[in-house]
């Protein structure tokens, strides 16, 4: 793991990955799944 140089520097977004690239550069990416729940369907009813 590294080491925390500064708290709190950029504001982060639900459903977002954030990392240091090479050049030290923070980058943002959207996770493959996380982020918000979706809403659950609704049932149909049976006659």
Request: some cysteine.
């Amino acid at each position: 793991m590294g080491t925390i140089i500064v708290k709190n520097v950029v504001k982060r977004k639900p459903g977002r990955l954030y990392y240091v690239d090479g050049k030290g550069n923070v980058c943002e990416a959207i996770m493959a799944r996380g982020g918000k729940r979706k809403k659950s369907a609704k049932k149909k009813k049976k006659r």
